[in-house]
């Protein structure tokens, strides 16, 4: 489970690249086999690096150690190969890479991240509607990634505890209820959320009045004649027992309704409306289109915050 990507890391923190934790190795000598060295007291070396290039999997013993590239690790010492170049003329480094040590934090991030996280937020519903985790997950967990990646190079980083704290309060917040992620029901949710489709035209939908009587839709709006205030025309899609509103529009379905773009309040079904609104001169262009989402005014507001517990004294 990973609550976020690499792209992630590099939005939260640009620089954070400069954090790769590999160690040089110095001190090579010749071990008296032609072209092979050795580095003692190198410390642990999961993986080896000479001028940044992965050298892949280790050799099964030193003696096996006898082709360009080969490496061997063994208490506290390091054998490599080289017919071509010494090693302290090279970047020799120990470590992990990149792509392996980010996918580590970022599982680790996630993992702790969800530890604290109130139990009784339900995990598989961390996602919106189109699959992707919310972004406040998202970014809470590049957050802590990014610090836990400071710290293991400068352990008293301001910049890594800065980044924590930042984490450390969306928690809170996730958990007391006061941030809402996608799959909750908030009280004005029953007025919609307008979401925009593919709009060039300078008419907009700029609010809604009202409160949804159904349960729930996704409402679509679409302008189907082109033109200024007072020529342009809208309709709109309501569900029916097989698809939402948006989707009826998708599929080329008949509209609801259609009606003149006047500027006041115009509704798009079952107590619900909506205002369009534009500079003077400004027009509707055909087939823009919005998605509103709507909740019915009597469903259940959903609350994030963690429930109590009966104490008792021992």
């Not at 262009?285 to 963690?306: A, C, F, I, K, M």
């Amino acid at each position: 489970m990973a609550y976020c990507a690499l792209r992630d890391l590099k939005d939260v923190f640009p620089s954070i690249d400069e954090f790769d934790t590999k160690t040089p190795i110095y001190g090579w000598v010749a071990t008296g086999v032609s072209n092979q060295y050795k580095a003692e007291n190198c410390g642990l070396v999961t993986q080896l690096f000479a001028n940044g290039e992965n050298l892949g999997s280790a050799e099964a013993t030193s003696a096996e150690v006898d082709t360009n590239g080969m490496w061997y690790y063994e208490d506290d010492v390091i054998y490599y190969f080289n017919d071509s170049n010494n090693p302290n003329d090279l970047l020799m480094e120990s470590g992990d890479d990149w792509s392996t040590l980010t996918t580590r934090i970022i599982s680790n991030a996630s993992k702790y991240l969800d530890s604290l996280l109130d139990g009784n937020l339900p995990r598989e519903q961390f996602k919106d509607q189109d699959g992707n985790y919310d972004y406040i997950i998202v970014r809470t967990t590049a957050l802590l990634s990014c610090s836990f990646l400071i710290r293991a190079s400068e352990p008293t980083s301001e910049i890594a505890s800065s980044l924590f704290d930042e984490a450390d309060r969306n928690i809170i917040s996730l958990n007391e209820g006061a941030t809402k992620l996608s799959w909750q029901t908030t009280g004005d949710a029953s007025k919609g959320i307008i979401r925009e489709g593919s709009v060039s035209g300078s008419l907009r939908i700029v609010d809604t009045r009202g409160q949804y009587t159904g349960v729930y839709d996704k409402i679509g709006v679409k302008v189907t004649t082109a033109g200024a205030l007072g020529t342009a025309k809208y309709s709109y899609w309501a569900k029916d027992s097989t698809n939402l509103g948006s989707e009826k529009m998708n599929n080329g379905d008949s509209a609801t309704f259609t009606d003149t773009i006047n500027g006041n309040y115009q509704p798009i079904g079952n107590g619900l409306y909506i205002r369009f609104a534009g500079d003077t001169g400004d027009t509707g262009s055909l087939n823009d289109y919005w998605e509103v989402e709507v909740h019915g005014r009597n469903e259940t507001t959903d609350l994030g915050s963690p429930s109590s517990i009966r104490m008792t004294r021992r």
